[in-house]
C-alpha cells in the first residue's frame, strides 16, 4: 500500500492523521503502564492483562514494549525521525509479543484440557479457546498494523527526510533593493 502525495494539502492530511493516531497511541501507552503498575500493586506480579502470558519475564517485556510505545510516539509528536524509527521498531514487537503470549496461555490450557475426561474446561471447548485466541489476537494486532500501513510509505519517511546537501534548504527572498534605498 502506498500514500501519493500530489499536494501540500493530502501532505497536510497525513501529518493530521498520523497526530490523532499519536493520540491513539498515547492513551493505549499510559494505560498499558497503569494496567502494568495496578497488577503489581494488586498481585506483585506485573502482567499486563488478560490477553498476555504469566509466562515469567513476560510482565516487564510488555512494560518496556508499553514506554516504547510511548517514547516512540512522543517523538513523533516532536516531529523528531526516531519517533518513527521506534514506533515501526515497537509495532512488529508487540504483534509477536501478543500472538507469543496466546500461544502460551493455548498450550497451558491444552496441557490442562488433554488429562481430563470432559470435552471441556471450565465450560470451554479447546476448539473455542483456539477460536477465541485466533480473534483476540487479530483485534489485538489491528492497532500495531494499521500503525505499519500508516508510517511504511516512502512518502510518509519522507516527511522526515532531510534535504540532500545537509544543512538548511534555500528559500527564495524578496528582490533586492535599489541602491539609494541601501544608503539610507
Given at each position: 500500500?502506498?500514500v501519493?502525495i500530489?499536494s501540500?494539502e493530502?501532505s497536510?492530511?497525513i501529518?493530521?492523521?498520523?497526530?490523532g493516531?499519536l493520540?491513539v497511541s498515547?492513551a493505549?501507552?499510559?494505560l498499558g503502564v497503569?494496567n502494568?503498575?495496578?497488577?503489581f500493586?494488586?498481585?506483585r506480579?506485573?502482567i499486563?492483562?488478560?490477553a498476555?502470558?504469566?509466562?515469567p519475564?513476560?510482565g516487564g517485556?510488555?512494560?518496556l514494549?508499553h514506554?516504547?510505545?510511548l517514547?516512540?510516539?512522543a517523538?513523533?509528536?516532536k516531529?523528531?525521525?526516531w519517533?518513527r524509527t521506534l514506533?515501526l521498531l515497537?509495532?512488529p514487537?508487540?504483534?509477536?509479543?501478543m500472538?507469543?503470549?496466546?500461544?502460551?496461555?493455548?498450550?497451558q490450557f491444552?496441557?490442562?484440557y488433554?488429562p481430563?475426561?470432559t470435552?471441556?474446561?471450565g465450560?470451554?471447548?479447546l476448539?473455542e479457546?483456539g477460536?477465541?485466541?485466533?480473534?483476540?489476537?487479530a483485534?489485538?494486532?489491528a492497532?500495531?498494523?494499521l500503525?505499519?500501513?500508516?508510517l511504511?510509505?516512502r512518502?510518509?519517511?519522507?516527511?522526515?527526510?532531510?534535504?540532500p546537501?545537509?544543512?538548511?534548504?534555500?528559500?527564495?527572498?524578496a528582490?533586492?533593493?535599489?541602491?539609494?534605498?541601501?544608503a539610507?
Amino acid at each position: 500500500m502506498s500514500v501519493v502525495i500530489h499536494s501540500p494539502e493530502s501532505s497536510d492530511f497525513i501529518r493530521r492523521t498520523i497526530r490523532g493516531v499519536l493520540v491513539v497511541s498515547f492513551a493505549y501507552a499510559v494505560l498499558g503502564v497503569a494496567n502494568a503498575i495496578v497488577q503489581f500493586v494488586a498481585n506483585r506480579n506485573v502482567i499486563s492483562g488478560p490477553a498476555y502470558s504469566s509466562a515469567p519475564g513476560t510482565g516487564g517485556v510488555v512494560v518496556l514494549n508499553h514506554i516504547l510505545l510511548l517514547i516512540g510516539a512522543a517523538g513523533l509528536w516532536k516531529w523528531k525521525r526516531w519517533g518513527r524509527t521506534l514506533l515501526l521498531l515497537w509495532a512488529p514487537i508487540d504483534i509477536v509479543l501478543m500472538i507469543g503470549s496466546l500461544l502460551i496461555r493455548y498450550i497451558q490450557f491444552a496441557q490442562s484440557y488433554i488429562p481430563l475426561t470432559t470435552r471441556t474446561v471450565g465450560g470451554i471447548s479447546l476448539r473455542e479457546m483456539g477460536w477465541y485466541m485466533f480473534w483476540s489476537s487479530a483485534i489485538h494486532c489491528a492497532f500495531p498494523v494499521l500503525m505499519l500501513i500508516l508510517l511504511l510509505p516512502r512518502e510518509v519517511a519522507n516527511l522526515w527526510a532531510s534535504s540532500p546537501g545537509g544543512g538548511f534548504e534555500v528559500i527564495p527572498m524578496a528582490t533586492a533593493l535599489p541602491p539609494d534605498a541601501q544608503a539610507k
